[in-house]
């Protein structure tokens, strides 16, 4: 009998198959409407690759987003939640980062009570004029999530 090897595992160099337990990761990315969204739209114009494997939703602020939207996610078959909100100081409703932020604190714990790895989640600042950046998060999130094993809320 031959062994077959799986596709993924021939596209990768030599030592690298053991890094990526989870190859098609899904992440969800909290957008706000003002910069984050914007820089999302700024890459996707200015033709910046990251993976096609992320769902953007866009909210009005990054402070609207309820940790229990963010379990939501995660115990529904999310592999990764990232939220993108204004930089500190720029949030169009004042403080709605600020709390954003205070809210990713109890997010982490969460995680732990439904025995979620941390690195599921992620809070970042990205603003309308930070495409490349976008871009950059956005891959570093998956590339992260890929090297995790499927979450175990992950169905079919």
């Not at 990768?12 to 969800?28: K, R, T, W």
């Not at 914007?38 to 114009?45: E, F, K, R, S, V």
């Amino acid at each position: 009998m031959t062994q077959q090897s799986t596709p993924s595992a021939t596209c990768l160099p030599a030592g690298e198959a053991s890094d990526f337990q989870n190859p098609d990761p899904l992440v969800i990315a909290f957008c706000c409407n003002w910069c984050s969204y914007t820089g999302a739209d700024l890459a996707g114009t200015s033709r910046l690759q990251y993976p096609p494997n992320a769902r953007i939703i866009r909210v009005m602020c990054s402070g609207m987003v309820h940790p229990n939207m963010v379990i939501d996610a995660l115990t529904k078959g999310a592999d990764g939640v990232l939220i993108c909100g204004c930089h500190p100081g720029d949030c169009h409703y004042i403080d709605g980062n600020l709390k954003a932020e205070k809210r990713a604190e109890a997010i982490k714990l969460m995680l732990e009570d439904f025995g979620l790895e941390p690195e599921r989640f992620r809070l970042e600042w990205v603003s309308a004029s930070e495409g490349p950046r976008f871009a950059a998060v956005m891959q570093e999130m998956i590339d992260g999530v890929k090297r995790l094993p499927p979450s175990s809320y992950k169905t079919g």
